[in-house]
């Protein structure tokens, strides 16, 4: 028989979606399960692009340019414009969601046996990529007293090493909720061109951020065009996680040829999705504006409930919409099996996404899981009821 | 500024996209371009996929699951059992398009340094994916005057090294045309076991078959169960290109593990596309049957019309909607390219894939395109008066 491949031997189980089977086994017995695992919104998605799918029409259903649709690539130029950042239309490549264009910019920095650094907890599928490219990652710890605002730069800098070719971040940060300050974007531009390094900025929670809390782009800093690439995506800024649209933004004459190239040999974005999302772009500033409030309400019932449950510790997250957060459990692998295979809190429990997943250092994240405030306050009022009650019971508790 | 990696800046540039804007400066001049470069059928999509997208209605355009939607993988396997090969819903994962299942399947098989084998000339983005993946595609040729059949056992063994991991190759084939008999398919399947390699066998032509070919699927291989992967794609079975739902096909419950792990990372395919999917997979056996009149009819018109040209050289294919074509000139890039810049007869012109990218061996295909017989009859014959008027005008006519 023969054998996997030792990078697909090694590629990791989703923290995210592991748990899914488990999900689906509880609902079978009649469990609500309140899904905080998962960044998928409940928030509506803008009527204005359920419409692009219903009014398409064409007699061929054909392929699109590799670079996506020019109108898409056009719209997304003139929301960076709005956001007061310069990018040309063939500066922006649309890609199969964040997730393609975070593996066109890892393989165009990237040859197997380099490195990437990432603050730790970071998006898990960072490690997805990086493993099926031959990448490593080296993890940086940042830490939750710091409520993850980045490390000092000599803790930075002391894990550059020879095969090190860039940082990749999020911010606001998926599982976190850091939104990195202007200033330490700009430190993280000075060590990019300190140490030749390329930063790829994961910003497709840019609008959602929270009490003042403002995102600054790595499109935004000076001096450092050759060494940005921004990964972005519709999936949560108009909460359109179904239409798989992301794209890829660098002013690098040379990435944005390499990856016309890897477009080119995957063929093309689907195209009524992209239709959607050029009506996504077209939408005004002032659509945020709602549901940015919904999330800072969501946010703040969730952690006050968090605080008033015995033993659980958690800090108020400045965007996206995650939050670290450290139980009172052995291991939060088997306690999050547990709730949906063994608990239920008249007839309710929790799915969440075991920390385990969001670290590279072995043993880091046992007592922490991300939580999605991705549901209404009420649904998040009911989880936590859930959460607490299961915390009690646990077999596995301590402290 | 910082560097490329090598596998990007090795990235080849795609024969059948690469001369896109000069067939845009083309048509920008008034020049009506028959676009016989690339296998984007103009046979309509089917109605029940268009009505999908329209009829689309959701509140949240959300993520589906990793491996596609349970409807649509039952939809594939029950297509699959309607040809006559089991397969269950549980082992078809669901992908962007073709290419995402090709990128899955290589990665499952290969670590970077492996290499697979490949029949020459053979689908240019086997090449693209290999590169991006650090794996190495060590070609096998086969030959004009075989019709593009499998070369003898010895001469395919001769190529099997310590690094080789598996034999990628698609029938009906793009870009020859060829359809593998049963017992080629079988000594392939004899090879890979006797090598411990797997098959990645791409099938997405698999209806376009002529004069009575008949695809035997790699999956009908006894004793193969655990090293087939199957590509499956709608583009072109329902030309549905821009679709962009694909799938792999493998009993190797290792492989589907790998697979799913791949296909967390990336979260999930578009979710209506997949519904599009659906409705496809749902229509008769009989849609096909116009479908490949069609294609029988469109391919006889253009290999009776190369034919009649002085110095062309033109086998008939057996499948799929290409064939590669002998042309007397010095190198048929440079002829594309002046066909699109400096040509024109009675206002038209022909865009054509230069053979070279359809060949790893350097200097192969050099007087050779892939021509895609993807238009109507009076069109393909306007494009034929065309390119003869071209030959005959062409500084660089060899023979």
């Given at each position: 028989m023969p054998k996997l491949s030792e990078r697909a031997a090694r590629m990791p189980a989703s923290p995210i979606r592991k748990l899914v089977p488990f999900a689906d086994a509880a609902r079978a017995r009649g469990v609500h399960v309140h899904q905080l695992n998962i960044g998928q919104p409940d928030v509506e998605t803008p009527r204005a692009m359920i419409e692009a799918y219903r009014s398409f029409d064409a007699k061929v259903l054909a392929y699109g340019p590799s670079a996506g649709l020019p109108e898409l690539r056009q719209a997304i130029a003139r929301y960076y414009g709005r956001l007061g950042i310069a990018v040309q239309a063939e500066q922006v490549h649309v890609t199969n969601g964040g997730s393609e264009a975070l593996q066109f910019a890892i393989a165009s920095v990237c040859d197997p046996g380099d490195e990437l650094l990432a603050f730790e907890p970071f998006y898990a599928n960072y490690n997805g990529f990086a493993q099926i490219l031959g990448v490593g990652v080296r993890p940086i710890p940042s830490r939750a007293e710091d409520h993850f605002h980045l490390p000092p730069d000599e803790v930075i800098e002391a894990q550059v090493g020879p095969r090190t070719r860039g940082i990749v971040f999020s911010s606001p940060s998926n599982p976190t909720?850091?939104?990195?300050?202007?200033?330490?974007?700009e430190r993280l531009g000075a060590l990019a061109r300190k140490h030749d390094l390329v930063l790829i900025a994961d910003e497709v929670y840019r609008e959602f951020t929270y009490d003042g809390a403002h995102s600054f782009s790595a499109l935004q800093l000076s001096g450092c065009d050759d060494r940005v690439i921004v990964i972005d995506s519709v999936s949560k800024r108009f909460s359109a996680c179904g239409a798989r649209v992301g794209c890829t933004v660098t002013r690098n004459a040379d990435f944005n040829s390499a990856i016309l190239r890897m477009c080119f040999a995957r063929l093309c974005p689907a195209t009524v999705d992209q239709q959607a999302a050029i009506a996504g772009y077209e939408l005004p500033a002032s659509y945020f504006d709602p549901v940015v409030a919904e999330y800072t309400a969501r946010r703040d019932a969730l952690i006050a409930g968090l605080r008033a449950i015995p033993g659980v510790g958690a800090y108020l997250p400045e965007g996206a919409f995650y939050a670290i957060v450290h139980l009172p459990v052995d291991d939060a692998d088997a306690f999050c099996l547990w709730m949906l295979q063994e608990f239920q809190h008249q007839g309710?429990?929790?799915?969440?996404a075991p920390g385990s997943g969001f670290y590279a250092t072995p043993g880091a994240g046992r007592t922490e899981v991300r939580i999605a405030y991705v549901l209404e306050v009420p649904a998040?009022?009911?989880?936590?009821?859930?959460?607490?009650?299961?915390?009690?019971?646990?077999?596995?508790?301590?402290g």
């Open positions: 909720g850091v939104v990195y300050r202007q200033d330490e974007i309710e429990t929790v799915m969440m998040l009022e009911r989880a936590l009821a859930a959460l607490r009650a299961g915390l009690a019971a646990y077999p596995g508790r301590r």
